[in-house]
């Protein structure tokens, strides 16, 4: 077991009344340490699902209905939840999407460091301090000793943002699971949250797994791409291969999409159509509605993840 | 929050010039007070006379201001039921009708808080269930009721709890004002019925308050961060959701306990309880004006002073609304 972080055959299923819905079906990857993954996709392509599967925080009726994730070698998905809870926020963190409502709004941003630490070592109240005091330095936050006395109210969204990094690092993570951290900011701060996130990776060296629907972020930030597509991940490799010479259909349209792929005046790409519901996946290839290339072999069988002609690897029939 | 504070008392004052002014404008034009006074035998002179002495013949916002002077230095007026001044009525009636609130607001927190949270964190189990359908009959059923079904099965059928009165008091400071059924055995379980069956109707509700308020705060982003930060099930639950979970209940509470004060008439009556409420149903019997305004202004008082309080607690635990107030 070498890899820091792997997931095998992961598959989560949301009960409903109308029955069993699949919000991933089947996915691998893995992650070392040190390492920087970006997962993207559209909303609703189970990119959240997979994060949170990870520590075993579906929201309800969600569960993780097959599959494995080790982490350092254990099984971490046998977990108990008292097990669990010696893993989350403390080897592995994660950063919401919203800052605004991430931070519980009664109790001051010192008080909510402060237990963190509190849950995870043994450790008095003033050394806490001190150390929550020390990681506020570490994300350049203006005036440190003040915000930890203060409200989350009192604070900017791109503060509140750094606090949660501050969280993050209060106890020894390997892994930081980062749920599109920038989408709810304003774009100056995106890329000082960014920059910050990958400068700590670096220098904690730490592992992580970036969600988002931005390539552009992904494509600066992370070493390793996987695009999902209706719970499945359809194109996974190296930045670089993704980003210049995609395979899949589908992440061609994506990085078409993005203002500036296209020379200046000339309209931006666009895939056609929507992303299917859930329940109602198309048979074969679940992008062959939308596919330009679709031949009649993508509407019977599902296309496998497997290795092309770049060195990523991709679900499509057709290309290679 | 100091300026929080004293904006709150100045809107509390306020609000009680202006139920000031509909008290007075009542007393002004109910009833006469010389015929209170001196009965039918006086001479029509002789009453033009004594209204003229006594003022009532003054212009309106005269009366009124003199009104206030007399209310702001403790003098409510006279209450010729009781020949003693209205005041000194109420105070002496007060202390049963507190300790009767006192013992309802316990039931109400003791039993309110942990049931609706545990109904919030185990929807499905048993006693989440019967929790919920017991509220809802004890909700459709009116206080009387409740408090004749009390008193039919636990002091005529079982004979265990007293049906009516104080039962033994204790003078608290010895000056015949404050008689307390807190210190002595009998007279607390006086106040058991009496309390249950005023508390019948508030229960329920903070019990689906809490429950509903709970159940939502449990849904919030940072209740999930805080799983994720990897805290206790105890310390999500009972710190990160429960204090938001007051926050609502804490306002609703002050409100509602003015809404029991105004129920414990009934409740007293039921249980020939001798205190505000019985008292004011002796004042309307006997048509004694002066001594209901006095009631009036008393009880309007306590529900402002209740509700500036209960702002200024709500103050304390939720913190946004600290900054607007220094702003």
């Not at chain 2, 005529?156 to 608290?172: K, N």
């Not at chain 2, 002595?184 to 379980?189: A, I, N, V």
Request: net charge neutral; hydrophobic share 45%; aromatic share 8%.
């Amino acid at each position: 077991m070498s890899h820091l972080l792997e997931v095998r055959d992961l598959e989560v299923k949301f009960a409903l009344r109308s029955g069993d819905i699949t919000a991933i079906d089947g996915i691998d990857f893995t992650l070392d340490q040190g390492e920087r993954l970006g997962i993207v996709g559209e909303s609703g392509a189970g990119k959240s699902v997979t994060g949170f599967s990870i520590i075993n925080l579906i929201s309800k009726p969600g569960f993780i209905s097959r599959g494995s994730i080790y982490f350092e070698g254990n099984k971490i998905s046998d977990y108990s939840d008292s097990q669990m809870r010696t893993i989350r926020g403390n080897r592995i963190s994660m950063i919401f999407q919203d800052p605004m409502m991430t931070l519980n709004p009664v109790f001051t941003i010192g008080f909510q460091m402060i237990e963190t630490l509190r849950a995870h070592k043994k450790i008095s109240k003033s050394d806490a301090r001190a150390i929550a005091l020390e990681k506020l330095k570490k994300v350049q936050i203006p005036s440190p000793e003040e915000r930890l006395d203060q409200y989350p109210h009192e604070l900017s969204g791109g503060m509140r943002q750094r606090i949660i990094i501050a969280i993050s690092l209060l106890v020894n993570p390997a892994i930081i699971i980062a749920d599109e951290p920038t989408t709810a900011l304003d774009v100056t701060i995106q890329a000082e949250i960014m920059d910050l996130l990958q400068q700590l990776c670096e220098t904690e060296k730490m592992g992580l797994i970036l969600i988002t629907h931005d390539l552009g972020v992904v494509s600066q930030v992370t070493e390793k791409i996987a695009v999902m597509y209706a719970g499945k991940i359809i194109e996974f490799g190296p930045t670089d291969q993704v980003v210049h010479s995609p395979v899949h259909p589908y992440t061609t349209g994506l990085i078409g999409s993005i203002p500036g792929s296209t020379a200046p005046g000339e309209k931006l790409l666009q895939i056609p159509g929507m992303m299917p519901t859930l329940s109602n996946i198309p048979e074969g290839c679940a992008f062959n509605p939308r596919c330009d290339l679709c031949e009649p072999i993508c509407t019977r069988k599902t296309p496998p993840l497997e290795k092309k002609q770049n060195g990523t690897m991709a679900a499509c029939h057709i290309k290679d | 929050m100091f300026a929080f504070i004293i904006r709150r008392i100045l809107q509390a004052v306020v609000v009680m010039l202006v139920i000031s002014l509909m008290g007075f404008a009542i007393k002004n034009n109910i009833g006469d007070p010389v015929r209170d006074l001196v009965g039918e035998r006086v001479t029509p002179a002789e009453r033009a006379k004594m209204a003229d002495d006594m003022g009532l013949n003054d212009p309106f916002l005269i009366q009124y201001l003199r009104f206030i002077g007399h209310a702001v230095k403790g003098d409510l007026g006279r209450s010729f039921l009781y020949n003693k001044p209205n005041l000194e009525v109420i105070s002496q009636h007060a202390p049963a009708t507190i300790e009767l609130l006192m013992g309802t607001a316990l039931i109400i927190v003791l039993i309110s808080l942990p049931l609706g949270v545990q109904s919030a964190l185990q929807p499905k189990s048993k006693l989440a269930r019967f929790t919920m359908s017991f509220s809802t009959l004890g909700i459709s059923m009116p206080v009387f009721l409740t408090a004749i079904l009390l008193i039919y099965v636990f002091a005529v059928h079982l004979q265990i709890l007293p049906s009516f009165g104080r039962g033994e008091t204790v003078d608290l400071f010895g000056n015949g004002y404050w008689n307390t059924g807190f210190l002595t055995r009998d007279g607390l379980e006086h106040l058991i019925l009496p309390c249950l069956s005023l508390s019948s109707i508030m229960l329920p509700l903070f019990i689906r308050l809490i429950r509903s308020e709970m159940m939502e705060v449990l849904e919030t982003e940072y209740i999930k961060y805080a799983w994720a930060k990897g805290l206790s099930p105890a310390r999500v639950w009972m710190v990160h959701a429960f204090k938001n979970t007051l926050l609502p209940v804490v306002t609703v509470f002050g409100v509602q306990m003015g809404i029991t004060f105004a129920f414990t008439i009934l409740t007293e009556l039921v249980f020939q309880w001798q205190g505000m409420g019985f008292m004011f149903l002796e004042a309307v019997q006997r048509a004694d004006i002066s001594l209901l305004i006095a009631y009036l202004v008393v009880v309007a008082s306590v529900f402002v002073l209740v509700n500036t309080v209960v702002d200024i607690v709500y103050g304390f635990i939720n913190p946004t609304v600290r900054i607007v107030g220094t702003r």
